[in-house]
Each structure stands twice: as structure tokens, then as C-alpha cells.
């Protein structure tokens, strides 16, 4: 079993629809969550970190279930510019980046 | 400011060539990562220093991998007798501080080993 597994995609939808994407975790002493972003053939960069009590950023939510190992990432009111692979990432007691494998969506006009 | 840079940003090497890949991270960041990209995948970490010294290499895939950081600045990862399967993205990340903090990534070098 992978350490970090996401849902598979790819998502494509209409612009201004919700989506939503999982993740679980299969370490369970993992410390750090985080959704990194990755446009086509660029290198990744950090959305949001994810927190026990659920974080906000704008259209962003990031929700975090230790006892189930599970993350999640909600994209509202999606845009154009949201098309882009989002991966799912964990952090241990070390310094070690773990990533899923990621979920590819496609915003439509 | 300038973030981390990487180069070259493309690399075609034949089977069994050497290649050396260069990491610039962002200036004054302690630690300096290196994961390796295939095709349709996540990010996998290779090896990880703290200024100069290398204290992880364990994801590293044999010992034809070798990476070194003298000066606790640059970057260099080294392959040996390139294979095919060694083709991917290589991505270079750097964070203030020991260990933890953001990791932030630079453009990557794209290897193909023909």
C-alpha cells in the first residue's frame, strides 16, 4: 500500500462548480499535511497547509481527520485558472516530503 | 527575490553517460532536498542535507546516485552510467530551517536517458 494515496481523477468540470478531492495517509505518526499545486510541467508549489481544525484560504477548504487518516481539499466557485494537478503531501517526525500521486483537474469554460 | 534555480533544465543523455545536475537554492535556506519525478507521479524524495553535511540518503536508488553540497550553498546530483529508467524530473527544494519549515521548489531538470 502506497504511504499517500489520492483519489485517481482526472476531474474535469464546469467553471463555478465545487469539487472535492481525498487523500489518506497510511503513517499514522505523520505530523504535517499540506496540498502542493503542480501546473504542466512546472514544479510544485505550496496551496495550503492542512490543520486538525479545518483551514480556510478564500475558495479553499482543507479538512484533516487524524483518526481516519484522511484529507480533504474543496475547491469552490472554481475558475479557469484552477486547472492543474493538486497533490496530496505528508510530513513525519523528519523532514521527508510525502506525495500522492496527484489528482489532475480541468476547469471548463 | 530569486528562488531556487535548477540547470540545465533539459538533459538528454545516451545510456551509460554521466550527467550532473545543478541546484541553486534560495540564499541563507539551511536545508536543501532532492526528489526525483517520473512520468504521472509524485515527487520522491533522493537525499536531503543540512548546510554541508548529507544527513539522509536513503531514498537515493543505487550507488550510481551521488550528491554533494560543499559549501552549503549549491548543489550538485551526480549520475553515473545513466539507464533509462532514470529518466525523469529531477527537483530540487530548500527550507530556512533545519528539517521542517516550507519547502519551496525550483523548475526542475528534465533527464531522458535515450
Known amino acids: 500500500r502506497k504511504e499517500v494515496e489520492q483519489d485517481p481523477g482526472p476531474f474535469n468540470v464546469p467553471e463555478g462548480a465545487t469539487v472535492a478531492f481525498n487523500c489518506t495517509y497510511s503513517n499514522s505518526a505523520s505530523q504535517s499535511f499540506f496540498w502542493y499545486r503542480q501546473d504542466c510541467r512546472k514544479e510544485p508549489k505550496l496551496l495550503m497547509s492542512v490543520y486538525s481544525s479545518g483551514n480556510e484560504d478564500g475558495r479553499f477548504t482543507a479538512q484533516l481527520n487524524r483518526a481516519s487518516q484522511y484529507i480533504s481539499l474543496l475547491i469552490r466557485d472554481s475558475k479557469l485558472s484552477d486547472s492543474a494537478t493538486y497533490l496530496c503531501?505528508?510530513?513525519?517526525?523528519?523532514?521527508?516530503?510525502?506525495f500522492g500521486k496527484g489528482t489532475l483537474l480541468t476547469v471548463n469554460p | 527575490g530569486a528562488g531556487v534555480s535548477q540547470s540545465p533544465r533539459y538533459k538528454v543523455a545516451k545510456r551509460g553517460q554521466d550527467v550532473a545536475l545543478r541546484c541553486d537554492p534560495i540564499s541563507g535556506h539551511v536545508s536543501l532536498f532532492w526528489y526525483q519525478q517520473a512520468l504521472g507521479q509524485g515527487p520522491e524524495f533522493l537525499t536531503y542535507?543540512?548546510?554541508?553535511?548529507?544527513?539522509?540518503k536513503s531514498g537515493l536508488p543505487s550507488d550510481r546516485f551521488f550528491a554533494e553540497r560543499p559549501e552549503g550553498s549549491v548543489s550538485t546530483l551526480k549520475i553515473q552510467r545513466t539507464q533509462q529508467e532514470d529518466s525523469a524530473v529531477y527537483l530540487c527544494?530548500?527550507?530556512?530551517?533545519?528539517?521542517?519549515?516550507?519547502?519551496?521548489f525550483g523548475p526542475g531538470t528534465r533527464l531522458l536517458v535515450l
Open positions: 542535507f543540512q548546510n554541508e553535511a548529507q544527513l539522509d
Open positions: 503531501v505528508v510530513r513525519g517526525s523528519n523532514y521527508k516530503l510525502t
Open positions: 527544494a530548500s527550507s530556512l530551517v533545519q528539517g521542517g519549515g516550507t519547502q519551496y
